[in-house]
C-alpha cells in the first residue's frame, strides 16, 4: 500500500511561484502525476514523470510554466509552478500509477490534497 502526503501549497500572489511536494511511504515503482480539482471544476491531468525520469509530460495549460521531477532517493515528487495564474487556483493532488498514463482512473494511489490560491 502506497500511501502519498502532499505539501507546499498556500497563497501566492499572480506572477508568483511555488513548489509541491509529495512524499511516499516507501519506494515507489510508478510513474508519479500531478492533478489539479478548481472549485465547480471536475479533477483534471496536471503532469506526469516516468519511475526513471526519463519521460514528462504536460498538459498544455501549464507547460512551459510548470516542471515535474522526482527524487528516488528521497521517495519525493515536486511540482514547480511559476508564473502562477488565478486560474491555477485549485486543489492540487499527486498519484501514482504503474502505467505511463495521464487517464485519473489508472492511478491507483491518491494524496489527500493541498490548496493553491492564486490572487490576482
Known amino acids: 500500500q502506497v500511501q502519498l502526503v502532499e505539501s507546499g501549497g498556500g497563497l501566492v500572489q499572480a506572477g508568483g511561484s511555488l513548489r509541491l511536494s509529495c512524499a511516499a511511504n516507501g519506494r515507489t515503482f510508478y510513474t508519479m502525476g500531478w492533478f489539479r480539482q478548481a472549485p465547480g471544476k471536475e479533477r483534471e491531468f496536471i503532469a506526469l514523470?516516468?519511475?526513471?525520469?526519463?519521460?514528462?509530460y504536460y498538459t498544455d495549460s501549464v507547460r512551459g510554466r510548470f516542471t515535474i521531477s522526482r527524487d528516488n532517493g528521497k521517495n519525493t515528487v515536486y511540482l514547480q509552478m511559476n508564473s502562477l495564474r488565478p486560474e491555477d487556483t485549485a486543489v492540487y493532488y499527486c498519484?501514482?500509477?504503474?502505467?505511463?498514463?495521464?487517464?485519473?482512473?489508472?492511478?491507483?494511489?491518491w494524496g489527500q490534497g493541498t490548496q493553491v490560491t492564486v490572487s490576482s
Open positions: 498519484a501514482a500509477t504503474t502505467r505511463f498514463s495521464s487517464t485519473q482512473s489508472e492511478y491507483n494511489y
Open positions: 514523470i516516468s519511475w526513471s525520469t526519463t519521460f514528462t
